[in-house]
C-alpha cells in the first residue's frame, strides 16, 4: 500500500464469526474488497483473521463522504445483512482518522 | 469491551511475519499486552493474525500521551527492536482517533 496522508479515513471493522458457516462467505468477502476498490477514494485494505475466529478488517477512504457512500452502496448494505443473519456473532465498528502513520521493512523499503 | 469515546486514539499495527519464528514471540506477545493494560489511558486492544502470517492488532487509549507514554516504555521499545530483528518481514502503523464507532451482536447487546 502507498503512504496514507494525514486527515485520510480509517474504517476498522472488527468481528467474530460464527461457529458454524451456512456457506457464501469467503466469496462475499473477496466480491466487496473488489467492488470497494473501484469505488472514489478507496485508499487500500488490510485484513487478518485468527482461528479464534476474532477478524479485524482496516480499510482506509480519503474522505468520509468516500466511506460514507461506499458504506450506502445497496450490494455493500445486502451483504451486511447477510452478514448479520448467517456470518457474524458480534461485530464493532470504529471510524478513525489518520494523524500519522509509519512504515518499517526488513529490505528498508518502509513497508510494502 | 466497553463503548469507546470520541476522540480516543487507535493504535492500528499491521504487520507480517517472518516465515521461521527463532522464538519467544508468543511471551512476547502475551507481556506486551499484560503490561499495555496497566498503562494509565489503556482502554483496549483487538488483534488477529492469519495463516499467511499477516496480523493486526489494535489498540485503544484515551489520549495521544497515553499512547505516547506506551510507545516510548522501555521494555516495550526493546521488545519492539526485538520484533525487527527476529519477527516481523514489515510492519506498518497508523496513529487514529476516533470519529465514531458502533457495534452489533446476534445477543442484541451492541458488540461484546
Redesign the interface.
Known amino acids: 500500500?502507498k503512504d496514507?496522508p494525514v486527515g485520510a479515513?480509517?474504517v476498522?471493522f472488527?468481528s467474530?464469526r460464527?461457529e458454524t458457516d451456512p456457506g457464501g462467505y469467503a466469496d462475499a468477502a473477496t466480491l466487496m474488497v473488489e467492488k470497494a476498490e473501484k469505488f472514489p477514494g478507496f485508499l487500500g485494505v488490510?485484513?487478518?483473521?485468527?482461528t479464534d475466529g476474532?477478524?479485524?478488517t482496516?480499510s482506509y477512504w480519503a474522505s468520509?463522504d468516500d466511506a460514507l457512500a461506499w458504506k450506502r452502496d445497496a450490494e455493500h448494505s445486502a451483504v451486511r445483512d447477510l452478514g448479520?443473519d448467517r456470518w457474524?456473532?458480534?461485530?464493532?465498528?470504529?471510524?478513525?482518522?489518520?494523524?500519522?502513520?509509519?512504515?518499517?521493512?526488513?529490505?528498508g523499503?518502509g513497508?510494502?
Do not use: K
Not at 46 to 50: F, M, N, V
Open positions: 500500500m496514507l479515513i480509517a476498522i472488527v467474530m460464527t488490510d485484513s487478518a483473521r485468527g476474532v477478524g479485524i482496516v468520509q448479520r457474524y456473532r458480534w461485530y464493532r465498528l470504529h471510524v478513525t482518522q489518520l494523524l500519522r502513520s509509519y512504515g518499517w521493512s526488513a529490505g523499503a513497508g510494502r
